[in-house]
């Protein structure tokens, strides 16, 4: 009616608008209509009524919120006081189809890459701005004539000739192209010609998208000319480089060797320091009093604190290197933070520190090298107890994220704790926080550095936390399977080694191999050392062996032959020969195969312990001798004549 309001509606408009007649009669035009106002909506009205007639697109909601769009022609009628009689197509379909060929108009007019449209016999429909851009011909110089236009008399017909069977027989084609351009340039593009064919599956029309590659094809042939130089460059780079790599692998055999040598000099006078004093320490050359015996325990602290630092100084570099392989094996983690705590017990007890422990219960077995993470805990643990003011508190807390395949290993302390700019500073090499005149504390700075390579290399991280005055903690996470999940069947298995390398004959003065030997038993000690094979012999004369001595691997092998003995104590670095190569000259006789022959090197480098057992070694002991651990491998390994 004259208000806007509904009067009546087909159930045509009932369809499209989702409403029921009832509901729509008691809406207004205004109800329906969006993107307009009432008083839109009523100068509109006003409109019709004036000239009796309109036509326009608008767009209506349905009962549903959807929107859609519709056409709608208006009469005025004088009927029932004047009313409005409204047609409406619905036109939502040709408004989204109108806007994609808008979109695709105005991509085909935008892109960089000029597109041409030609019909079944090459005539040009139409072309893009690009077109133009690239070809310098406008749309309407170009249309109804054929792509001949740009031909430059580069390619030959055959070429043409290929690219029209392609595209009859309705398959797409791509090439590069040189055309000429409508001032007389020449220009490379790459084209791809593909056919559009109608619902029949005819051919109606082809579409070709062309790019411009001249600045390319310029840059191939600039490199195609730059090729014979590059190529003389590299070759003498190469040789250039290869004289590098060869030098540096010198350098790195030099830095092996100059450790290896380091760790042997450094080590042989300390096993002589270490060895005399643990066999004095044990009574041999007659008892002492209490004086002596704190001169022998400090004589001890400082050599041992000394081998520390060695071996610090040589597992970082070891570390650094690259050189560090680890023995993963199922490791019990108690037994590694009991064994941990024992080797730092004496000193907190002295410094009246409380030792606490708390460790998770579902936390068994980890895959770890043992040796290693035993490392890692008592550099850790010796800290606390350097930095933790006497009365303190050390702890060690065990915590499993079973969740995160992982487990914490923590390190806490009361101690002097640490400020926060220090803390970026605590895992380099050779830092050391109290590095003042004054500095209070000892140490090189390796530990933590060590640590923290050791943690890395078991996949795991290290963290801290820490206030100064509150104490600190050092936080070690490292992966964690449960034991049930791991694949092992007692241990990991290892390659098993190589075969020991052949020696050449070697002349010595044999004797009768069947000798019958005598209580006591014997040991040959084959050692370059004076000083080690002094208390070596001292010991071992006090735990009841008869000694033979030699003082290089020559020697070992004549008295070996001579004499029989029942162990052998083989220094692996010696002059003439190397204990070595003198294990493997006896593994080679039939009558020496079982005469166990323990190596002890001061070299103490990766893989010593691999080269002395693949010579042949029973057993491997690194300088300074532990005079304890010697004791336990000849009891296990030498059988006494007589069956003692």
């Not at 084609?173 to 084209?191: A, F, I, P, Q």
């Not at 019990?332 to 004496?346: A, C, D, E, P, T």
């Not at 049930?484 to 191999?513: C, F, I, M, S």
């Not at 002991?621 to 390994?637: F, G, T």
Request: hydrophobic share 40%; proline share 4%.
């Amino acid at each position: 009616d004259a208000q806007g309001k509904l009067v009546d509606a087909n159930q045509a408009f009932c369809r499209m608008s989702g409403y029921t007649l009832e509901e729509l009669l008691r809406l207004s035009l205004s109800d329906l209509e969006v993107m307009e106002t009432p008083e839109d909506t009523a100068a509109r009205m006003m409109r019709i009524h004036e000239n009796g007639y309109d036509f326009f697109e608008t767009r209506n909601r349905r009962k549903d919120g959807s929107v859609f769009d519709i056409e709608v022609s208006v009469a005025y009628t004088d009927l029932g006081g004047g009313q409005f009689i409204c047609f409406g197509r619905d036109i939502t379909q040709r408004k989204q189809t109108e806007e994609a060929l808008r979109l695709q108009a105005t991509a085909l007019n935008s892109t960089v890459n000029a597109i041409i449209i030609t019909d079944r016999e090459g005539a040009i429909q139409w072309v893009n701005p690009a077109f133009t851009l690239l070809t310098g011909y406008t749309l309407e110089e170009v249309q109804d004539q054929t792509p001949r236009l740009l031909k430059s008399g580069v390619q030959a017909e055959e070429f043409y000739q290929q690219l029209w069977s392609a595209i009859l027989a309705g398959e797409t084609w791509k090439g590069e192209v040189v055309n000429r351009r409508k001032d007389g340039g020449l220009y490379h593009e790459e084209m791809t010609i593909t056919p559009m064919k109608d619902t029949r599956g005819r051919i109606e029309h082809f579409i070709g998208v062309k790019q411009d590659i001249t600045e390319r094809k310029r840059w191939q042939e600039s490199l195609e000319q730059d090729k014979e130089i590059l190529e003389q460059r590299v070759e003498e780079r190469t040789v250039a480089l290869s004289q590098a790599n060869a030098s540096l692998m010198h350098a790195m055999r030099v830095k092996d060797e100059f450790l290896a040598n380091m760790s042997h000099e450094l080590r042989t006078p300390l096993t002589g320091i270490l060895g005399m004093s643990e066999v004095l320490r044990t009574g041999i050359y007659g008892s002492h009093n209490e004086k002596t015996a704190s001169a022998l325990r400090s004589i001890e602290e400082s050599g041992q604190h000394l081998l520390s630092l060695i071996n610090d100084i040589l597992d970082l570099s070891k570390a650094e290197a690259g050189k560090i392989d680890l023995e993963l094996r199922p490791v019990l983690v108690s037994n590694v933070i009991q064994s941990s705590l024992r080797m730092v017990r004496h000193t907190a007890q002295k410094k009246q520190l409380r030792i606490n422990t708390d460790l998770d219960s579902t936390v068994d077995v980890i895959l770890a090298d043992e040796r290693r993470l035993k490392q890692i805990l008592v550099n850790l643990l010796s800290n606390a107890v350097k930095f933790t003011p006497e009365g303190g508190t050390i702890g060690v807390e065990v915590i499993g994220k079973q969740e995160q395949h992982r487990i914490d290993l923590i390190v806490w302390d009361t101690g002097i704790g640490i400020s926060p700019k220090d803390i970026e500073r605590l895992f380099k090499p050779f830092v050391q926080l109290d590095a003042g005149l004054e500095r209070q504390y000892g140490g090189t700075g390796l530990g933590l550095s060590l640590v923290s390579k050791l943690v890395e290399l078991h996949g795991g991280s290290i963290g801290v936390e820490s206030k100064p005055g509150k104490g600190s903690r050092f936080i070690v996470g490292l992966p964690w399977q449960r034991p049930e999940t791991l694949a092992w069947k007692g241990h990991l298995e290892k390659e098993k080694p190589a075969k020991a390398p052949p020696v050449e004959p070697y002349q010595y003065n044999r004797v009768d191999p069947d000798r019958q030997q005598t209580n006591p038993p014997v040991c040959l000690i084959a050692e370059d050392s004076i000083t080690t094979l002094a208390f070596l012999r001292d010991f071992l004369q006090a735990r009841g062996y008869r000694i033979l001595e030699a003082h290089n691997g020559a020697e070992a092998l004549q008295r070996v032959h001579e004499a029989r003995p029942d162990v052998v104590l083989m220094d692996v670095q010696m002059p003439v020969m190397d204990g070595l190569t003198a294990i493997r000259y006896l593994r080679q006789d039939s009558n020496f195969e079982t005469i166990p022959m323990i190596a002890l090197t001061a070299l103490a480098m990766a893989g010593d312990r691999e080269r002395c057992m693949l010579a042949g070694a029973t057993d491997y002991l690194s300088k300074p001798v532990d005079l304890d651990e010697l004791e336990i491998i000849l009891e296990r390994v030498v059988v006494r004549p007589g069956g003692a």
